[in-house]
């Protein structure tokens, strides 16, 4: 597959960098565009826009303390992670790697155009507007901790073991078009998570778990073979969970 070209447009981050690397060598990944992230002034004015003060205060508390506190009790986890399913969280080589404020930038439209990849390879951006999908002819392909449509948005997993829901625990691969994780589905995978899970180590055995089908999605989609696939169930859109949330169902639910 050297012969047929991927951009990846990816945040910053390890899964970026546990992507790439997993992808390096069967795949000619020309350029990898990172965007910055969202300011957090634009980010909370838009949030509390939406979900309301109340909520966002609640979100903000979570994310200071909750996941901070979890990565200390999980690095041993995310070590046993990494080498079962040999994933390399190495950085990423700095001559592919072109810098834009936002995915939705001219810079990064310029950027594919001059590049005119086969494929585009997503992970971990804000939405991408119309203008940069219809930018070039290439397809976008996602790789979305969650199982599409009913845990769209973030932290899938968790919310889908909020639910009692573990069949629909997992991980999707789906083209992008302008809504919130709703393009068309390629492969789902579902997941099992042990005792020794938690928030934070949910999204790496999803990305673990999704890479051999992004890696079919890929090889698939250059050999002209794709297939997408229905899922019927009921859509929702799913945020950060608030601290009394978490601690509600940490403490009563056990859900970790």
Known sequence: MKDKKIVMVAGKGASTNILYNALKNEFAIEAIILEEPVSKKEFLKKRVKKLGLWKVAGQILFQLFVPKILEIGSKKRKKEILLKYNLDDSALPGEKIIHVKSVNDKECRDSLQKIHPDIVLVNGTRIISAHILNSIPARFINIHAGITPQYRGVHGGYWALVNNDKE???????????????GKIIYQKRITVTEKDNFVTYPLLQLAEGIPY????????????????????????????TIWQYLYQRLLKGKK
């Not at 997992?170 to 302008?178: C, K, L, P, Q």
């Not at 992004?214 to 969970?241: D, M, R």
């Open 168 to 182: 629909n625990c997992g991980v999707t691969v789906h083209f992008v078009d302008t809504g919130i994780d709703t």
């Open 214 to 241: 992004v890696k079919k999605a890929l090889k698939n989609a250059f050999n002209g073979t794709i297939i997408t696939e229905t899922n019927t169930n009921k859509s929702f859109l799913w945020y950060h969970p």
